[in-house]
């Protein structure tokens, strides 16, 4: 099974602020028609996760700008570009190159 | 609108079974692939066994293949997913989800989730 591995597990961010979530992954998640085969979810408090990004880099319908995903084959990154309250949750990396899927063990994101 | 709404969670002793639903709405079920994701309390995310919409294609993962089945209900929007031989490791909220229409999964739909509790 591929491993997924995020950092840092927990992200004190004062509203405002940049925040960024590095994913990597045990072997690479580049598919032959070019695009990484990676997902970002957010699980707010007490919610089912949504999806934030997909592909890597392609923001899903709905998720504000301030969210953005980049990276390729085993490294990946989120970046928030102005935190908000909004935003507090746990963050989700997740695979989909090679079955099992599977995601990383979450990032929780605090407000300072 | 979309919507995806499970049922059927609650508590059974070990061995036991337990039959969850997902009723879809919004979409044509047979034209999407829907996925089970599991998240054990306070713990992360698992992906638990898929069903292609009409019904060609499913798998389940390793820790509940021989265990779990899926069946369709009469109401062709509706996916069961049955449960058996329970285990406490089985112990999950169960969310639904649908893969949306992009080239590689990824769950643009979620349902709210349906706790299964496995204690004696």
């Known amino acids: 099974d591929i491993v997924m591995t995020q950092a840092p597990l927990s992200l004190p961010v004062t509203p405002g602020e940049p925040a960024s979530i590095s994913c990597r992954s045990s072997?690479?998640?580049?598919?032959?028609?070019?695009?990484?085969?990676l997902d970002w979810y957010l699980q707010k408090p007490g919610q089912s996760p949504q999806l934030l990004i997909y592909l890597g880099s392609s923001r899903a319908s709905g998720v504000p700008d301030r969210f953005s995903g980049s990276g390729s084959g085993t490294d990946f990154t989120l970046k928030i570009s102005r935190v908000e309250a909004e935003d507090v949750g746990v963050y989700y990396c997740m695979q989909a190159l090679q079955a099992p899927i599977t995601f990383g063990q979450g990032t929780r994101l605090e407000i300072k | 609108e979309v919507q995806l709404v499970e049922s059927g969670g609650g508590l059974v002793p070990p061995g036991g079974s337990l039959t969850l639903s997902c009723a879809a709405s919004g979409f044509t079920l047979s034209n999407y692939w829907l996925y089970w994701v599991r998240q054990s309390p306070g713990k992360g995310l698992e992906w638990v066994a898929y069903?292609?919409?009409?019904?060609?294609?499913?798998k389940f993962a390793d820790s509940v293949k021989g265990r779990f089945t899926f069946s369709r209900g009469n109401a062709r929007n509706i996916l069961y997913l049955q449960m058996n031989n329970l285990r406490a490791e089985d112990t999950a909220m169960y969310y639904c989800a649908r893969d949306g229409p992009a080239i590689m999964v990824d769950f643009d739909f979620w349902g709210r989730g349906t706790l299964v509790t496995v204690s004696s």
């Open positions: 069903f292609k919409g009409d019904g060609s294609s499913t």
């Open positions: 072997q690479s998640l580049l598919h032959s028609s070019g695009y990484n085969f």
